[in-house]
T-cell receptor, first 113, second 112 residues
Framework: AAGVIQSPRHLIKEKRETATLKCYPI?????VYWYQQGPGQDPQFLIS???????DKGSIPDRFSAQQFSDYHSELNMSSLELGDSALYFC????????????FGPGTRLLVL | RKEVEQDPGPFNVPEGATVAFNCTYS??????FFWYRQDCRKEPKLLMS???SGNEDGRFTAQLNRASQYISLLIRDSKLSDSATYLC?????????????FGAGTRLAVHP
């Protein structure tokens, strides 16, 4: 079965640079979620989108923005990167109607030097 | 105080042992509950949903006590492959939207 696809899987950036993470949900899933998991931490909810509209917002820094496109894929844009942004970024997807289970992608490991 | 609290462990148990994990949540309006499993450096994977009536999936049994805002996971006949971090997860979304709040996870190490 198709799973959530994230790209890139690994990313190394320097402070103050920008990064764009991409997420391709499971086919027919209309909702995507972004989570950040720091070393030794639990995943923290950042933001979610349903049908291309932001549906909820968590602890996402103002330096980050995200959007969902017409094909339901989503991108997380991160600017002015800081050392503390180094983390695993997971995308999850679900269907809003008839199912709430979120399926996670393999994550993008971001390292900011 | 975190919205979802778990004992971080680690729980070190021999193969074949029975182990129980507990979790409490603070948002009484939460509607759905899950246990996810996470292996090192991998994504969380849904282990099972948790219902008030309790549910069982093979060696795994989950229970929910809404009055006490308490969730449990019981693993019987532990296998080496059960070694992982178990995340207690609460859906705190409203209006039909889902927002998962994760506990810090309980580490389980099963040894021969």
């Amino acid at each position: 079965a198709a799973g959530v696809i994230q790209s890139p899987r690994h990313l190394i950036k320097e402070k103050r640079e920008t990064a764009t993470l991409k997420c391709y949900p499971i086919p027919r899933h209309d909702t995507v979620y972004w989570y950040q998991q720091g070393p030794g931490q639990d995943p923290q909810f950042l933001i979610s989108f349903y049908e291309k509209m932001q549906s909820d917002k968590g602890s996402i820094p103002d330096r980050f923005s995200a959007q969902q496109f017409s094909d339901y894929h989503s991108e997380l844009n991160m600017s002015s990167l800081e050392l503390g942004d180094s983390a695993l970024y997971f995308c999850a997807s679900s269907r809003r109607q008839g199912g709430e289970t979120q399926y996670f992608g393999p994550g993008t490991r971001l390292l900011v030097l | 105080r975190k919205e979802v609290e778990q004992d971080p462990g680690p729980f070190n148990v021999p193969e074949g042992a029975t182990v129980a994990f507990n979790c409490t949540y603070s948002n009484s309006a939460s509607q759905s509950f899950f246990w996810y499993r996470q292996d090192c450096r991998k994504e969380p994977k849904l282990l099972m949903s948790v219902y008030s009536s309790g549910n069982e999936d093979g060696r795994f049994t989950a229970q929910l006590n809404r009055a006490s805002q308490y969730i449990s996971l019981l693993i019987r006949d532990s296998k080496l492959s059960d070694s992982a971090t178990y995340l207690c997860v609460v859906n705190s979304g409203t209006g039909g939207y889902n927002k998962l709040i994760f506990g810090a996870g309980t580490r389980l190490a099963v040894h021969p």
